[in-house]
């Protein structure tokens, strides 16, 4: 399974920006996507994560702002942050997992400026 994230860039603060990731490769049936961000020397912490059912959790610090997306049937899962703020810039890395495994994409830049 490989994923391929798109739709980083740098905006203002204030701005918005939406990524999105699909999947391709072998079949896998996913029950867990995801949108995960990192800072040089800081760990990788969730920001969003949507189940097949439809359940949908946020980081405290993205709730309001960011929604998350999935699209079972294309494989794809979007993030769309809003009034996006400097601590927000990270890389924003999607994930995906099913029953035994669990994949990433490449990461994207994301940089909001002041």
């Known amino acids: 399974v490989q994923l391929q994230a798109s739709g980083g860039g740098r905006v203002q603060a204030g701005g918005s920006l939406r990524l999105s990731c699909a999947a391709s490769g072998r079949r896998f049936v996913f029950n867990v996507m995801a949108w995960y961000r990192q800072v040089p020397g800081q760990q990788r912490d969730l920001v969003a994560l949507?189940?097949?059912?439809?359940?949908?959790v946020y980081a405290d610090s993205v709730k309001d702002r960011f929604t998350i997306a999935a699209d079972n049937a294309k494989n794809t899962v979007s993030l769309q942050m809003n009034s996006l703020k400097p601590e927000d810039t990270a890389v924003y890395y999607c994930?995906?997992?099913?029953?035994?495994?669990?994949?990433w994409g490449q990461g994207t830049q994301v940089t909001v400026s002041s």
């Open positions: 994930n995906v997992a099913g029953t035994g495994a669990a994949y």
């Open positions: 949507i189940t097949s059912g439809g359940r949908t």
